[in-house]
């Protein structure tokens, strides 16, 4: 099958080949044939070194799709099934899943760690232990939840990953109070879907702050009531705030240095959500005096902060009754079609580069 690798860490390109095989299906997995993927930026963070993760692999965890086969000792799933991938599946007895605290069960970062793919010249891994640049996959069945028969796949690869962890990290890990002001910091996709949170939980202002223009203009579309360049965050601190800082800052890019700003953006007493995905080598400083004087809550959302399965559900109950918007995001982000359509069509990775650089 075809299947989009990237050979070596570092590289600015993948390459789409028709000589790879998705292995280890036995008891307790299913194997998927893929329908739609999102690129979301952690697979590029995989890539470019940022994020650990052994090569050659195939990038892609948000995935959505149909079951074509079913090993022995799996319940509750049946061929034909439509299902998005659980690229952080809970194990349900480990000490973080017996706490209610699913998002934070290690036993899908084990599977990481295994090739789930090969080729003729040897093992290739799956991104988080997925790989949804393909065409089929096979993931433990824990990795596929159903879908109902009235969401997109495309919708459903968004709701597996970036929608759920943005959303969340509003709703869950910050808990924005109502009338509250609030900053985004990177509105990708992930920083896009915190703003639709936070305009759920009822935050009266919203400031999108990105360098890119056009994500700039988008934000306002999704719940934003102003959207700024970080040269523009400081005068909309004094602006809004009168200079005393935001309620809540959400970090979506992952970096130190965006991170010190947003806790510089906060108000004393305030709260700071670290969503995004950064290096183990890069690290925040923080002086033990406004550590203390400044009584800033800082909060790491992984995964959206909850259990994900109660996430994922929420999200379609909230894209059903039109209070979120996941149509829209698809055109805001790299359009999942183009990436299919590279997949299916292309011999060479110069079509998915494009994708990746939009």
């Known amino acids: 099958m075809r299947a989009a690798v990237l050979h070596e860490i570092g590289q600015d390109k993948l390459e789409v080949l028709d000589d790879v095989e998705a292995v280890g299906f036995g008891p307790g997995k299913v194997r998927i044939r893929v329908r739609a993927t999102g690129l979301c930026h952690s697979d590029v963070s995989a890539m470019n070194g940022v994020l650990p993760q052994p090569a050659p692999f195939i990038p892609g965890h948000e995935g959505a799709g149909e079951i074509i086969d079913i090993g022995d000792g799996v319940s509750g799933l049946s061929q034909g099934d439509r299902v998005l991938l659980c690229w952080l599946p809970a194990c349900g007895v480990c000490p973080a899943c017996k706490r209610g605290q699913t998002q934070l069960c290690l036993a899908g970062f084990m599977n990481a760690g295994t090739p789930n793919f090969k080729r003729p010249g040897?093992?290739?891994?799956?991104?988080?232990?997925?790989?949804?640049?393909?065409?089929?996959?096979?993931?433990?069945?824990?990795?596929?939840?159903?879908?109902?028969?009235?969401?997109?796949?495309?919708?459903?690869?968004?709701?597996?990953?970036?929608?759920?962890t943005g959303l969340g990290a509003a709703i869950n890990t910050a808990d924005v109070?109502?009338?509250?002001?609030?900053?985004?910091?990177?509105?990708?996709?992930?920083?896009?879907?915190?703003?639709q949170g936070a305009r759920l939980k009822g935050a009266a202002q919203i400031v999108a702050v990105d360098p890119v223009a056009s994500r700039r203009e988008a934000a306002l579309t999704f719940g934003a009531t102003e959207?700024?360049?970080?040269?523009?965050?400081?005068?909309?601190?004094?602006?809004?705030?009168?200079?005393?800082?935001?309620?809540?800052?959400?970090?979506?890019?992952?970096?130190?240095?965006?991170?010190?700003?947003?806790?510089?953006?906060?108000?004393?007493?305030?709260?700071?959500?670290?969503?995004?995905?950064?290096?183990?080598?890069?690290?925040?400083?923080?002086?033990?005096?406004?550590?203390?004087?400044?009584?800033k809550r800082i909060l790491p959302s992984m995964y959206g902060g909850g259990d994900v399965l109660t996430s994922y559900e929420r999200a379609i109950a909230l894209w059903r009754a039109g209070r979120i918007d996941l149509e829209g995001l698809i055109t805001h982000r790299v359009r999942l079609a183009e990436i299919n359509d590279a997949l299916a069509q292309m011999r060479s990775g110069e079509a998915l580069r494009t994708c990746i650089e939009i």
Do not use: H, W
């Not at 891994?125 to 969401?151: L, Y």
């Not at 992930?190 to 703003?195: D, F, M, Q």
């Not at 953006?265 to 406004?290: H, K, P, Y």
């Open 227 to 295: 959207a700024v360049s970080p040269d523009e965050l400081a005068d909309a601190k004094q602006r809004i705030t009168s200079g005393e800082g935001f309620d809540y800052v959400f970090e979506v890019v992952g970096r130190s240095a965006t991170a010190r700003t947003a806790y510089e953006t906060t108000r004393r007493g305030g709260t700071l959500c670290i969503v995004g995905a950064g290096a183990m080598d890069d690290f925040l400083q923080l002086n033990m005096f406004e550590l203390f004087f400044d009584e």
């Open 122 to 164: 040897g093992d290739v891994f799956g991104f988080a232990g997925t790989g949804t640049f393909t065409e089929e996959v096979v993931v433990d069945a824990g990795c596929a939840v159903p879908i109902p028969d009235d969401v997109p796949f495309d919708i459903a690869a968004l709701i597996g990953c970036g929608v759920t």
């Open 177 to 195: 109070a109502a009338g509250s002001s609030v900053a985004v910091i990177g509105c990708g996709g992930v920083g896009i879907s915190a703003i």
